[in-house]
C-alpha cells in the first residue's frame, strides 16, 4: 500500500458538466487553491479502488490531488464493489473582500432577518447558499438554505427567521451571520458581525386616514402591525412631512415630529407622508408611506414630482 500522487492538471474550464447541489454534501473538502489535498480511505482495506470523473479508477490507500485542487466527488470502493467512503472536493474561492451581507428587521420579538447578500461573481449559477445567525449566548440556529439563481440579476435574498432581542439589553446587541456558497467547482465563505439597533428598521406607519373636524383637516394612522407589543414599552416616534406644491421640484417641506406616543396629528398643507423609527433606540427611520393628499386619496408616484430635496 502506498501514495498514489496525481497531478490533475485540468483547468475548470474544461470540466464535465456538474449539475448545481439542491442539497449541501456531505463529506465536502474545501481546497486551498493551487494546493495539494490528500484523500484517505480509512478502511481496513488494501488496495481500494478510488473512482471520480477525473482520475477515473485507481487503486490505492490514499491519493493526493495536486497542483490546482481537481474538484468533484471522489468515491472509494472496495476490491469486492462496496461503496467505502466518499469525499466532494471544492476549490476555496473566498474572496478578502467581501461582497456584501445586508441584513434588516421589522421588530424586536420573534422576528425575522430579511437579508440580501450580492452573489459572488465566481459562482456558477444557480449555486447553493446557505446563512444562518450566530449569537453569544443562545442556542444554535439552523441554517437557511436558498438557491441563487441565474435570474437572481446576482443577489440573492433570504430571511432567517426566530430572532429575539430585547433593546434594553446591551450585552446581547451583536450578531454574527454566516453565509457559504457553492457550485460544482468553488466553495465561497463570508460572514459580517451586525448590532441589532442598527438594522432595527421599522414597517411604515399604516392606516393612514384623513378626517375633517370642522375646518381642520388631522391624519390619524395605526404603528405598523410588524412592530413589537405592547406598544406602551416599545413606543415609535414619528414624523409627518408635508407641502403644498405638486408640480414644482423644489416645494417647500416641512417635517414634524411626534414623540409622544400620539397618532394623530393636524395637518396644514394638502399633500403628506408619514414614516416611523423606534422612540428610544436610535433604529433606522421607516420608508415613507405613499403621499396622501388632502381628501384622503393616496397619489400615485411620480418619481421626478416628488423626489424630495434632502
Ligand atoms: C459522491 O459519490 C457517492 C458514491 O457514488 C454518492 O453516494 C454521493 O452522494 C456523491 N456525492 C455527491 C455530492 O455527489
Ligand atoms: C469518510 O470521509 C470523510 C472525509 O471526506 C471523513 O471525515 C470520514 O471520517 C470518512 N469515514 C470513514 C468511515 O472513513
Ligand atoms: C440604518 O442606518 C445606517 C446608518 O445610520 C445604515 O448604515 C444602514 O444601512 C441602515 N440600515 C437599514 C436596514 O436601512
Ligand atoms: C416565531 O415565529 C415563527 C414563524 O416566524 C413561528 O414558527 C414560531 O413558532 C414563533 N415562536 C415563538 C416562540 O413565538
Ligand atoms: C426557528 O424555530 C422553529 C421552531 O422552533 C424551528 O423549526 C426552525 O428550525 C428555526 N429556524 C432557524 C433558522 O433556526
Ligand atoms: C386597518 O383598518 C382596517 C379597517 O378599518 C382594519 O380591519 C385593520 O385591522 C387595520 N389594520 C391594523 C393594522 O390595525
Ligand atoms: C413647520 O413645522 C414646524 C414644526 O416642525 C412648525 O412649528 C411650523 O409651524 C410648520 N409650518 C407651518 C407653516 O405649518
Not at 436610535?282 to 430635496?309: A, F, H, L, P, V
Request: neutral net charge; charged residues 25%; proline residues 4%.
Amino acid at each position: 500500500m502506498g501514495w498514489f500522487c496525481l497531478s490533475v492538471l485540468l483547468f475548470m474550464s474544461a470540466v464535465i458538466e456538474l449539475s448545481a447541489f439542491d442539497t449541501w454534501p456531505q463529506n465536502l473538502l474545501v481546497a486551498t487553491k493551487n494546493s495539494e489535498v490528500s484523500l484517505e480511505c480509512r478502511m481496513e482495506q488494501e488496495n481500494v479502488i478510488w473512482k471520480s470523473h477525473r482520475i477515473g479508477e485507481l487503486i490505492g490507500q490514499r491519493i493526493k490531488v495536486n497542483d490546482q485542487p481537481d474538484t468533484g466527488n471522489y468515491s472509494c470502493w472496495s476490491q469486492n464493489k462496496e461503496l467505502l467512503n466518499f469525499t466532494y472536493v471544492v476549490i476555496d474561492a473566498t474572496p478578502s473582500e467581501p461582497s456584501g451581507i445586508e441584513c434588516h428587521t421589522n421588530s424586536y420579538v420573534n422576528s425575522t432577518l430579511h437579508c440580501t447578500w450580492n452573489i459572488n461573481d465566481q459562482l456558477v449559477l444557480p449555486a447553493l447558499v446557505r446563512a444562518k445567525i450566530e449569537r453569544e449566548g443562545f442556542k444554535d440556529y439552523d441554517w437557511v438554505y436558498v438557491l441563487a439563481k441565474e435570474t437572481d440579476q446576482m443577489t440573492v435574498t433570504f430571511d432567517l427567521p426566530n430572532v429575539t432581542f430585547c433593546p434594553f439589553e446591551d450585552v446581547y446587541q451583536t450578531l454574527k451571520v454566516t453565509l457559504e456558497a457553492l457550485d460544482p467547482f468553488i466553495y465561497v465563505f463570508e460572514s459580517k458581525f451586525m448590532l441589532f439597533r442598527k438594522i432595527v428598521k421599522p414597517d411604515h406607519p399604516q392606516n393612514v386616514t384623513v378626517q375633517k373636524e370642522g375646518k381642520d383637516y388631522y391624519v390619524t394612522w395605526e404603528y405598523p402591525s410588524s412592530w413589537t407589543k405592547p406598544h406602551s414599552f416599545f413606543p415609535l416616534q414619528f414624523r409627518v412631512e408635508q407641502h403644498n406644491q405638486v408640480r414644482s421640484m423644489n416645494y417647500r417641506k416641512n417635517i414634524s415630529m411626534i414623540n409622544d406616543g400620539e397618532t394623530k396629528f393636524k395637518v396644514s398643507f394638502n399633500h403628506f407622508r408619514l414614516s416611523c423609527k423606534d422612540l428610544y433606540f436610535n433604529s433606522n427611520w421607516s420608508d415613507w408611506t405613499d403621499w396622501i393628499n388632502r381628501d384622503g386619496k393616496i397619489q400615485i408616484r411620480k418619481k421626478k414630482e416628488y423626489r424630495s430635496r434632502q
